[in-house]
């Protein structure tokens, strides 16, 4: 018995380490692109941006079961494209309206209709936000958003692997735990911290703490959200395109949940303060 619990040990220590070693090196391929496109600004980050939403259009449209795959497919990457490229709130909200209507019209008959409905928003608002957080603030701060959504996930996976402990939903997310969600704030408040102190913030290095303190807790929400539209199809991964992480739904879905929240943050409730 021993030697059997000894084997089954050492095996998920060896898969949840090589698992880390190719979500390593899918970051050390990815995250240099994010961030020169990112230095660059428009067009490039934006086109960036928008190949993420069509990629994740596609897997959307592919990981709800459908009878029109590439009409979903085409309707998210258009209204995602709208508010990514275009610049104009009236014509995205013009679009998001026209997107709803025809996913609702195109879905009936769909045994997952209302998921195929929620791609519009879900997909569209989340990414479209990551393009208006940069147009309103800036290269510096959407960079540190961003370094802060990638300490959650690092900080969530690393010590949620070591410390164990409780699980956080595990109806939902049954490798989800309260060791990972303190792991991946604390990861994030101290990277916030850090790059304060490197571009000059200092004084604002307190600030920015709480802010990416929330923000783990919003970008938990995404993935907690991922995992259950997940179970309730039945798929453990929405694709297989980055190592290591599964599809780029499995990659961002933390980010286009907090990207919103962000972003109303710094318009609206930042000038109030």
């Not at 660059?40 to 897997?59: K, N, R, S």
């Not at 610049?87 to 209302?114: D, I, P």
């Not at 290095?205 to 303190?213: C, H, N, P, R, V």
């Not at 972003?263 to 109030?272: A, E, G, H, N, S």
């Amino acid at each position: 018995m021993e030697k059997t619990e000894s084997g089954s040990w050492t095996g998920a220590i060896r898969k949840k380490f090589g698992s880390f070693i190719k979500r390593s090196l899918a970051a050390l391929v990815l995250a240099p692109v994010v961030i020169g496109c990112l230095y660059v600004g428009y067009p490039l980050f934006h086109l960036l941006v928008f190949l993420a939403g069509t990629i994740l259009a596609w897997e959307w449209a592919h990981m709800v079961p459908n009878s029109r795959g590439a009409f979903y497919t085409a309707l998210y990457a258009f209204v995602v494209g709208v508010a990514v490229l275009l610049g104009s709130w009236c014509a995205f909200f013009l679009s998001l309206l026209g997107g709803l209507v025809l996913a609702f019209v195109k879905s009936k008959g769909e045994t997952r209709r209302r998921l195929l409905i929620l791609g519009v928003p879900y997909i569209s608002i989340g990414l479209g936000s990551v393009a208006w957080l940069y147009e309103l603030v800036g290269f510096a701060v959407t960079l540190w958003f961003v370094l802060v959504v990638w300490a959650v996930d690092v900080g969530g996976y690393v010590f949620g692997c070591l410390l164990k402990g409780p699980k956080l939903a595990p109806r939902i997310s049954p490798n989800k735990t309260w060791a990972g969600l303190f792991g991946g704030m604390l990861l994030a408040v101290g990277v916030s911290t850090l790059f304060c102190y490197y571009v000059g913030a200092g004084p604002h290095a307190i600030y920015y703490g709480i802010l990416a303190a929330m923000i783990t807790v919003v970008a938990q929400l995404g993935d907690l959200s991922e995992s259950a539209i997940k179970r309730t199809l039945n798929l453990k991964d929405s694709g297989d395109l980055i190592p290591g992480h599964g599809g780029i739904f499995d990659r961002i879905d933390g980010l286009i949940f907090a990207a919103p929240v962000v972003y109303i943050f710094f318009r609206y409730v930042l000038f109030l303060i």
